[in-house]
């Protein structure tokens, strides 16, 4: 049975996607880790556009380069990007509410009812990112995250599930990860038929990479 939902999947994105000529979005190749966070919180439960006027407006504010060379391997110096410090600083600096009103111009929450603003959970995101002394790309690894920092993330209001933190060490260069959102989810079950839970959707993701 399993097979024959994994052959379903690898049959439907064959037809679908065009696997000779993809590449990734510019999204991957942000200049600063600061840009992955944004990215990481806000993307969760909305249209991609608004992430990415969120991303433009802050670049725009501190006139920031959003973008590298398309290459993982250049990644910008120590130096030349914004390292968490400096982010953590600047929100603190203005207050959640002035940031968010002011810089992002984005007042989306982490959820509908008991949510907390964006911004703030991307300073939590950030400050925890930091007491891990992880401030800048040069301290993320493929390896295994720690334990006790995925453990705080997930305490942060709506990054309950993680999918937030994959999806950060994604965008931070990370290939062996899948970010299991809802389009993902609904894509997979339309193809499969089936109703599945998120392991089992990044198991025959991973099942269909292989082959």
Same mark, same amino acid.
């Given at each position: 049975?399993?097979?024959?939902?994994?052959?379903? %999947?690898?049959?439907? *994105? $064959?037809?679908?996607? #065009?696997?000779?000529?993809?590449?990734?979005?510019? !999204?991957? +190749?942000? /200049?600063?880790?600061?840009?992955?966070?944004?990215?990481?919180?806000?993307?969760?439960?909305?249209?991609?556009?608004?992430?990415?006027?969120?991303?433009?407006?802050?670049?725009?504010?501190?006139?920031?380069?959003?973008?590298?060379?398309?290459?993982?391997?250049?990644?910008?110096?120590?130096?030349?990007?914004?390292? %968490?410090?400096?982010? *953590? $600083?600047?929100?603190? #600096?203005?207050?959640?509410?002035?940031?968010?009103? !002011?810089? +992002?111009? /984005?007042?989306?929450?982490?959820?509908?009812?008991?949510?907390?603003?964006?911004?703030?959970?991307?300073?939590?995101?950030?400050?925890?990112?930091?007491?891990?002394?992880?401030?800048?790309?040069?301290?993320?690894?493929?390896?295994?995250?720690?334990?006790?920092?995925?453990?705080?993330?997930?305490?942060?209001?709506?990054?309950?599930?993680? *999918?937030?933190?994959?999806?950060?060490?994604?965008?931070?260069?990370?290939?062996?990860?899948?970010?299991?959102?809802?389009?993902?989810?609904?894509?997979?079950?339309?193809?499969?038929?089936?109703?599945?839970?998120?392991?089992?959707?990044?198991?025959?993701?991973?099942?269909?990479?292989?082959?």
């Amino acid at each position: 049975m399993k097979e024959k939902i994994l052959g379903k %999947l690898v049959d439907g *994105i $064959k037809r679908d996607i #065009d696997l000779t000529n993809i590449s990734l979005g510019e !999204e991957y +190749f942000y /200049n600063s880790l600061s840009l992955c966070v944004i990215d990481a919180v806000f993307s969760i439960g909305v249209n991609y556009q608004s992430v990415q006027n969120t991303v433009r407006r802050y670049c725009d504010y501190y006139s920031l380069t959003p973008f590298r060379l398309h290459s993982k391997e250049d990644y910008p110096n120590h130096d030349h990007q914004e390292t %968490l410090d400096i982010f *953590i $600083k600047k929100i603190e #600096d203005f207050g959640i509410e002035k940031f968010t009103n !002011e810089v +992002f111009q /984005n007042r989306q929450r982490t959820s509908s009812q008991s949510g907390i603003l964006k911004t703030e959970a991307v300073l939590k995101f950030a400050k925890i990112l930091n007491e891990y002394s992880i401030n800048s790309f040069v301290d993320i690894t493929n390896d295994k995250i720690d334990p006790n920092l995925e453990k705080e993330i997930k305490h942060i209001p709506g990054q309950k599930s993680g *999918i937030s933190l994959r999806y950060f060490l994604m965008l931070a260069g990370n290939d062996n990860l899948i970010k299991p959102d809802r389009m993902i989810i609904r894509y997979v079950e339309g193809i499969t038929s089936e109703k599945l839970s998120e392991r089992e959707i990044i198991l025959l993701i991973e099942g269909a990479v292989d082959i």
